[in-house]
């Protein structure tokens, strides 16, 4: 079956420190791979996303890339900010349907 | 603007009763999600609907109840029979089986309390 391994949190970094949040998989055929965030007491956003190897996805100074050879799909920031202190789930959607199948999350906690 | 809407963003139960959580959509998608997510928690599927008329179990099914009648709408009842419903709970939406590269579109969330 699917299933998607983030790193466990909390991650705290200063401001303007380097992210990364790493996130592995496990799917059968070749899915899509999808960083959403959700900020405290609302829902998820979608952040970011890459639908075949070598994609880059980026949005907000984020970026990750699929890579189907280690199955990993690791988020990353060269300068974070306050305002990115919330929670990033890492998620896969495979051609085989259409559910995701989500990561247990990864708090980011960034302190000025 | 197109969107999930999700209402109340509150709620609170009485032991014994049922109640009802409301998911509209304006972004004509054929499915539809709920899911559940706990403090600290990644998201656990309740139900999923991916055409109007049809509904299936997710992993965590025992005590809720759903109805697919419209494309745009898709309610939650959070029954008697669940017996630790208290949870934030959210809302999706995507498009249908062969755009499996799109992503699912979420709501801002229903927190139901136990009073």
């Known amino acids: 079956g699917n299933s998607v391994t983030q790193m466990e949190g909390p991650v705290t970094l200063s401001e303007e420190a380097f992210l990364t949040i790493n996130c592995t998989y496990t799917a059968t055929g070749y899915p899509s791979l999808f960083w959403y965030v959700q900020y405290p007491g609302e829902g998820l956003q979608l952040l970011l996303k890459?639908?075949?190897?070598?994609d880059k996805g980026s949005n907000k100074g984020f970026e990750a890339t699929y890579r189907k050879e280690t199955t990993s799909f690791h988020l990353e920031k060269g300068s974070v900010q306050v305002s990115d202190s919330a929670v990033y789930f890492c998620?896969?959607?495979?051609?085989?349907?259409?559910?995701?199948?989500f990561g247990g999350g990864t708090r980011l906690m960034v302190k000025p | 603007d197109g969107g999930i809407t999700q209402s109340p963003k509150y709620l609170f139960r009485k032991e014994g009763q049922n109640v009802t959580l409301s998911c509209e959509q304006n972004?004509?998608?054929?499915?539809m999600y709920w899911y559940r997510q706990d403090p600290g928690q990644g998201l656990r599927l309740i139900y999923y609907?991916?055409?109007?008329?049809?509904?299936q179990k997710g992993d965590i099914a025992e005590g809720y109840s759903v109805s697919r009648e419209k494309k745009e709408s898709f309610p939650l009842t959070v029954t008697s029979a669940q017996k630790n419903p208290t949870a934030f709970y959210l809302c999706a939406s995507s498009d249908g089986r062969d755009k499996y590269n799109q992503p699912q579109h979420f709501g801002d969330g229903t927190r139901l309390s136990i009073l």
């Open positions: 998620a896969l959607r495979n051609n085989a349907g259409n559910m995701l199948t």
């Open positions: 890459a639908t075949k190897a070598d």
């Open positions: 972004l004509n998608h054929d499915a």
């Open positions: 609907s991916q055409i109007v008329n049809d509904f």
